[in-house]
């Protein structure tokens, strides 16, 4: 029986020993061997790999992979203008040697991040102070980008390489300080309300203008109808009154006779109508005193 717990707890201590001796290094990672503290070789390759138990050798794990640095600082910085401005960025940087990475700048992907962060601040910093809001906003904003990679590039490239490679350096986003921002709003809305006006004013001085136009065609129309009414109305009448006094002129009696009976139909054209004459000395009621018929035709 002590022979098979002898066996057993070799077999479990062999187990223990090899599990210790064996690691796997994801194709995301970079697997970093030390041997007593000093690193010993860097595994690139993924794959089970073996090594020596603890604490003679341990393996740490660096991501490989593109990593994203985003802006956290809300501290303005000057234009050239001398105009306080914020901005947020972003940074693509991966990791390209591990032992410089390590000897230089820390154990984990947090330790580079907050260097890096650091000189990406410094370099817009310096870029931004020589460039105007204009600048940042539309003419040299890709300038001031590349400016600023190059500067950083040069920084984890010196006399101590950081052993990491910067891929892409952005601006997301220009904007005023808060002091100042209320301020340009104000202003920005002014000017708006200002040209508002002048479009307001502008059309109204327009509409104006169309109705004026409008009123003069208006009444010049109106007067040429009138005029040209007034001249047909005109004719129209001449040529009755010709016809008419051809017509009377072939029979002077008749025509009296027919026109004392228009104006007794005028005259009398309401049952409630009431005339006093005297129809001995009326002119009005010769026709009717007379008591002459119109000729028969």
């Not at 330790?111 to 870029?127: K, Y």
Request: hydrophobic letters at 40%.
């Amino acid at each position: 029986m002590n022979r098979v717990g002898f066996i057993v707890s070799s077999l479990l201590v062999a187990l223990a020993l090899l599990s210790s001796m064996l690691f796997v290094v994801d194709q995301r990672q970079f697997g970093v061997v030390y041997a007593l503290g000093q690193i010993k070789e860097v595994i690139t390759e993924p794959g089970l790999h073996i090594k020596a138990p603890p604490p003679f050798q341990n393996v740490r794990y660096l991501d490989k992979r593109l990593l994203t640095l985003d802006s956290t600082d809300t501290e303005p910085m000057l234009t050239a203008e001398k105009q306080r401005v914020v901005i947020d960025w972003y940074v693509r940087w991966r990791i390209s040697e591990p032992s410089e990475y390590i000897r230089n700048v820390g154990l984990d992907e947090a330790a580079g991040t907050m260097q890096l962060n650091r000189v990406v601040r410094n370099a817009f910093q310096e870029e931004i102070n020589r460039r105007t809001v204009r600048d940042l906003l539309a003419d040299k904003r890709e300038a001031l980008m590349a400016d600023v990679k190059r500067e950083v590039l040069e920084s984890v490239r010196g006399a101590k390489p950081w052993g990491m490679d910067v891929v892409d350096v952005r601006i997301t986003r220009v904007d005023y300080a808060e002091s100042i921002t209320e301020s340009v709003y104000r202003r920005m809305e002014a000017e708006r309300k200002r040209v508002a006006n002048e479009l307001r004013s502008t059309g109204a001085a327009e509409g104006e203008k169309i109705r004026a136009d409008a009123d003069r065609q208006r009444e010049v129309t109106v007067a040429n109808a009138y005029r040209d009414a007034q001249k047909i109305k005109g004719e129209g009448d001449a040529e009755a009154a010709r016809v008419y006094a051809e017509a009377f002129g072939r029979d002077p009696q008749f025509a009296q006779f027919y026109r004392s009976l228009e104006a007794y139909k005028a005259s009398f054209s309401k049952k409630s109508d009431v005339m006093v004459l005297d129809p001995s000395s009326s002119e009005f009621f010769k026709a009717m005193r007379n008591g002459n018929a119109a000729p028969a035709r």
